[in-house]
């Protein structure tokens, strides 16, 4: 009850634990608070766009893929780099069903530019963050066990992870665990209703392969809790 898709992503969990506590691999010696080398990151804020009626296959063998976007602004002083993965985990109890989207990239130090603040990872100061559209797919949600696309709404969530949780669930990436339980290791996690939307998915929604497509009723702000 999983599905990936390579993507690339924009603004950050947290900031970093050595922006706190000035472990090894920060840079930038000049910055006001330091930020790291390189380091792995979630999505936190920004603006999620999906289809809203999203089409979904009729079988096994459908060829088909959802567009998704994100809209934010990338504070100047990183930049993005492989390996950038969105994953979601669905589960349906009953006629309700709720899909949950983690995306995470890796991060680098931009070492061009100076006077920087790690403290401004999570909401760059108007000015020193550019406008950021990102687009990428990811398959249906697919019941293995009844071998066929689900027909249903659900309800999406964008998960806020506290820098513990974070750095458990990369661990457990990186111990190439399955996302499920990678994501059932950091605990239970906070719900937030302004950090959800509905999606309906149904075969007889028209198809919508291009996400810069996807108009304002589409898109969601999704805010700091």
């Not at 509905?198 to 996807?214: E, I, R, T, V």
Request: aromatic share 10%; net charge negative; proline share 11%.
């Amino acid at each position: 009850m999983f599905g990936s898709s390579p993507f690339r992503i924009f603004r950050l969990l947290a900031v970093p634990a050595c922006v706190f506590f000035g472990t090894l691999g920060c840079g930038g010696g000049d910055d006001a608070t330091p930020i790291p080398d390189q380091f792995d990151a979630p999505f936190i804020q920004g603006t999620v766009c999906a289809p809203t009626e999203a089409n979904t296959g009729t079988g096994p063998d459908t060829n088909l893929w959802v567009p998704f976007r994100f809209d934010t602004c990338l504070y100047r002083c990183v930049g993005m780099a492989p390996p950038q993965m969105l994953q979601y985990l669905w589960s349906c109890a009953g006629p309700l069903c709720q899909m949950t989207v983690l995306a995470t990239t890796h991060m680098v130090r931009v070492k061009s530019e100076q006077g920087c603040d790690g403290r401004n990872l999570i909401d760059p100061p108007p000015g020193e963050c550019t406008q950021t559209s990102v687009a990428f797919q990811v398959p249906p949600p697919f019941d293995t066990g009844q071998n066929q696309f689900l027909a249903n709404y659900f309800t999406v969530v964008i998960p806020y992870m506290s820098m513990a949780q974070a750095a458990t669930l990369e661990d457990a990436l990186r111990a190439m665990q399955p996302f499920d339980q990678a994501l059932a290791s950091v605990g239970p996690l906070q719900r937030y209703p302004q950090r959800e939307f509905q999606m309906h998915f149904d075969p007889a929604n028209p198809k919508l392969g291009d996400a810069s497509l996807l108009t304002g009723a589409d898109c969601h702000n999704i805010p700091l809790p």
